[in-house]
């Protein structure tokens, strides 16, 4: 039989009425082994009662009126006990705190400085310590543009810019009530300082650079006397100017100075192209000279050799040596002259010769210049003349040699 039939009596079996243990005295006593689901609103009471009892109180369900006398008098000490338990476990709770990687923790117990916690995780007692993060690693940078006297009495505008990272994060937080002012204040005392002695066309040229080491230098002098806590990591120049009214005839001075740097480096290229040759040019004007002096040298050292040589040949035939050395002299000197010596007799005819003409042996333009023309009896004159002469100079020549031999 369905649990829903009527006629069913004390046998209905309904899966979400309890059975028969909300009846508490079913006819066949089935309704206590039923297995359904309980009740919400009876698993509310329960845990209501068991709280009672907790704190010291009576359940519904509890005992007469003499004990709950005794339970109210508990519940008066518990309830706040239990309520400053849950409180200490919360405030214990809220002391942990994480410290990122770049930062450090200062913490502070009633407003004095504690100490600096590394990172990681840390618990601090809350309301008695303060813990402050400051971030180490980040690069913060501040910005100036300022117009400022210089040296030579002129008035720049200058752009700079200086980065930092914070050091010590105990002075950092605790010395100075506002870092950044201080630091832009500092920045711009040790500007002006440096610019104010320095000359306008340094610091508009070449001179960049040194004044933002200098400046790095003394700004970091500042902030170490002020305590701050933060190390300078760079100052960057950004720009370097002169006032709007007189920026024109500023370019023109840079577009004149550009322009001599541009002509003293072609002057200087030139150099090194030039320099280089005229060396090597004068290197081998003295070699060729050593080479001449090595060449006369070892001429006159041939020449004194010779002369020694023959030296000893004429102190044996002193004749034979003053005619040899006769002849050779006199050949050097007429192989270079244009005159002819001709050995003519008295009874021999004129010769109209172009005689300064004979000396040019292979020069076609005076062979061609020079025609003349001889006569075969002419020619036969000559060469009959000539045949005597050399008869008459072998006879003399034979004579000399045997008076030579006689003495």
């Given at each position: 039989m369905a649990w829903n039939e009527p006629g069913g009596g004390g046998n209905q079996h309904d899966p979400w009425s309890g059975g028969g243990r909300r009846g508490g005295g079913g006819g066949n006593g089935n309704g206590g082994n039923n297995q359904g689901p309980p009740d919400l609103d009876e698993a509310l009471k329960k845990f209501q009662d068991k709280l009672n009892r907790m704190l010291g109180g009576r359940g519904k369900r509890g005992g007469s009126g003499s004990g709950g006398g005794g339970g109210g008098k508990r519940s008066t000490f518990a309830l706040p006990?239990?309520?400053?338990?849950?409180?200490?476990?919360?405030?214990?709770?809220?002391?942990?705190?994480?410290?990122?990687?770049?930062?450090?923790?200062?913490?502070?117990?009633f407003g004095k400085f504690q100490d600096v916690v590394n990172p990681g995780l840390h618990w601090n007692a809350p309301i008695v310590d303060d813990v402050r993060m400051v971030n180490v690693t980040r690069v913060r940078s501040i910005s100036q543009t300022k117009s400022m006297l210089t040296k030579d009495e002129n008035i720049v505008q200058v752009e700079i810019s200086a980065q930092y990272q914070v050091a010590n994060p105990r002075d950092y937080l605790l010395n100075v009530r506002t870092?950044?002012?201080?630091?832009?204040?500092?920045?711009?005392?040790?500007?002006?300082?440096?610019?104010?002695g320095t000359e306008m066309d340094d610091i508009l040229t070449s001179g960049r650079e040194l004044l933002?080491?200098?400046?790095?230098?003394?700004?970091?002098?500042?902030?170490?006397?002020?305590?701050i806590g933060v190390r300078i990591q760079a100052i960057n120049v950004e720009s370097t100017s002169a006032p709007d009214a007189v920026q024109d005839a500023f370019d023109d001075v840079i577009k004149a100075r550009e322009d001599r740097q541009r002509m003293i480096n072609d002057a200087?290229?030139?150099?090194?192209?030039?320099i280089p040759e005229a060396q090597g040019q004068a290197q081998r004007m003295i070699e060729q000279a050593q080479g001449y002096r090595e060449s006369v040298v070892?001429?006159?050292?041939?020449?004194?050799?010779?002369f020694n040589s023959l030296l000893g040949e004429y102190r044996q035939a002193p004749q034979v040596m003053r005619d040899r050395m006769y002849l050779?002299?006199?050949?050097e000197v007429l192989s270079k002259t244009s005159k002819v010596l001709l050995d003519i007799d008295k009874g021999s005819p004129l010769m109209v010769l172009p005689?300064?003409?004979?000396?040019?042996?292979g020069d076609k333009a005076a062979s061609s210049d020079a025609k003349v023309d001889v006569s075969p009896s002419l020619l036969e004159q000559m060469r009959n003349d000539d045949t005597g002469s050399r008869s008459s100079r072998s006879t003399t020549t034979q004579s000399q040699g045997i008076r030579r031999e006689g003495r």
């Open positions: 006990g239990l309520l400053a338990v849950v409180a200490l476990a919360i405030w214990a709770a809220s002391g942990f705190y994480l410290v990122d990687q770049s930062e450090r923790g200062v913490v502070l117990r870092p950044e002012l201080s630091i832009e204040n500092a920045l711009d005392s040790a500007l002006r300082h440096v610019v104010g933002a080491d200098t400046v790095s230098s003394r700004l970091q002098s500042y902030l170490n006397n002020y305590g200087i290229g030139y150099a090194n192209a030039i070892a001429k006159s050292q041939g020449q004194t050799n010779r050779d002299t006199m050949s005689l300064d003409k004979l000396g040019l042996n």
